[in-house]
């Protein structure tokens, strides 16, 4: 049974960060990532990277204010998120996959209940 478990999501101002945490259980991927939904809108990719880092994608609109990482020891993946911004506000989730990673939600194999991020201006 694969759970993951979000954790770290709340309200900020305008240019302050939050960090957001996810574990996963029961099995080892190669690819994690997050996507977020904003209210009303569709899933869209923030980041994603291999199981030994050498591979990591982002999205444009987060580049240079987010960062991925993840601990294979603790079966973990983190979202580092510096100066948030309003239209950052959405649902992130935590995804995770068997095969390398990609920008496609649909090719991710687990999905998480996701976290709200709220970020006021």
């Known amino acids: 049974q694969v759970q993951l478990v979000e954790s770290g999501g709340g309200s900020v101002q305008a240019g302050g960060s939050l960090r957001l945490s996810c574990a996963a259980s029961g099995r080892i991927f190669n690819a994690m990532g997050w996507f977020r939904q904003a209210p009303g809108k569709e899933h869209e990719f923030v980041a994603a990277?291999?199981?030994?880092?050498?591979?990591?994608y982002y999205a444009d609109s987060v580049k240079g204010r987010f960062t991925i990482s993840r601990d294979n020891a603790k079966n973990m993946v983190y979202l580092q998120m510096n100066s948030l911004k309003p239209e950052d506000t959405a649902v992130y989730y935590c995804?995770?996959?068997?095969?390398?990673?990609?920008?496609?939600?649909?090719?991710?194999?687990?999905w998480g209940q996701g976290t709200q991020v709220t970020v006021s201006s």
């Open positions: 990277i291999s199981r030994n880092g050498g591979i990591l």
């Open positions: 995804v995770v996959r068997y095969g390398p990673p990609t920008v496609a939600g649909r090719a991710y194999d687990y």
